[in-house]
């Protein structure tokens, strides 16, 4: 059972282009909506996180778009620099503290110049 | 400096032969979690643990035994590996009252 689906898979985005990642969720509980970044080798890092108190949060080129109606949320980069080709992936959780974290299936981007 | 570190980073092994990946966080998280990250199927948590002696499944638990004997610490026993076990495995962790995890770098199993 899928809780968070994410699409695209994989995506090829032109140097300055936008590149925008989707993800739905299904458990309305879910209150934490993070955006990890992973390069090839390494472990995922957090890129940026939303709550559903506020519907865009935005860190320079990187902007979470949150649609709390239709359980979806989105990551958009402006200006994709070939830096930004790692896989990322979307994820949600519930509560503080133990509750588990459920991650999308991850898209990988590549950033051709 | 804050890390979580896995070792080996790299495996191969055996059917049957029991394996132990290690995790440690110097950052006095309460929270541990092991996750397996496979082509198409993104991130799965097998196990997690609140804090020291306290642990609970996640989605993919099976063929996986972990203990948590102190904070620091939350290893990943494989007692009989299987193929179907092949995997890159991340361990991570953050503190009670935040979101943000943090991943060890990865460690990549491979049984035959």
């Known amino acids: 059972q899928q809780q968070v689906k994410q699409s695209p898979q994989s995506l090829i985005v032109q140097k300055g282009g936008i590149s925008i990642i989707n993800c739905a969720y299904e458990?309305?509980?879910?209150?934490?909506f993070p955006w990890y970044q992973q390069f090839p080798g390494k472990g995922p890092a957090l890129l940026i996180a939303?709550?559903?108190?506020?519907s865009e949060k935005k860190e320079g080129r990187f902007t979470i778009s949150f649609n709390k109606s239709a359980k979806q949320f989105s990551l958009h980069i402006m200006d994709s620099q070939p830096g930004d080709s790692a896989t990322y992936f979307c994820?949600?959780?519930?509560?503080?503290?133990?509750?588990?974290?459920?991650f999308g299936i991850g898209t990988k981007l590549q950033v051709i110049p | 400096e804050a890390q979580v570190t896995q070792n080996p980073r790299y495996l191969i092994t055996v059917t049957g032969k029991k394996l132990t990946v290690t995790c440690s966080q110097n950052?006095?998280?309460?929270?541990m979690s092991w996750y397996r990250q496979d082509p198409g199927l993104g991130l799965r948590q097998i196990y997690y643990?609140?804090?020291?002696?306290?642990?609970d499944k996640g989605d993919v638990p099976e063929g996986y035994k972990v203990s948590r004997k102190e904070k620091r610490n939350f290893p990943l026993i494989l007692e009989s590996p299987s193929p179907n076990q092949t995997s890159l495995y991340f361990c991570?962790?953050?503190?009670?009252?935040?979101?943000?995890?943090?991943f060890g770098e990865g460690s990549r199993l491979t049984v035959l």
């Open positions: 991570a962790s953050r503190p009670f009252n935040d979101g943000e995890l943090f």
């Open positions: 458990n309305t509980a879910f209150d934490y």
């Open positions: 939303i709550r559903p108190d506020v």
């Open positions: 994820a949600a959780s519930r509560g503080g503290g133990y509750q588990k974290v459920t």
């Open positions: 950052m006095n998280h309460e929270y």
């Open positions: 643990s609140m804090n020291v002696e306290v642990t």
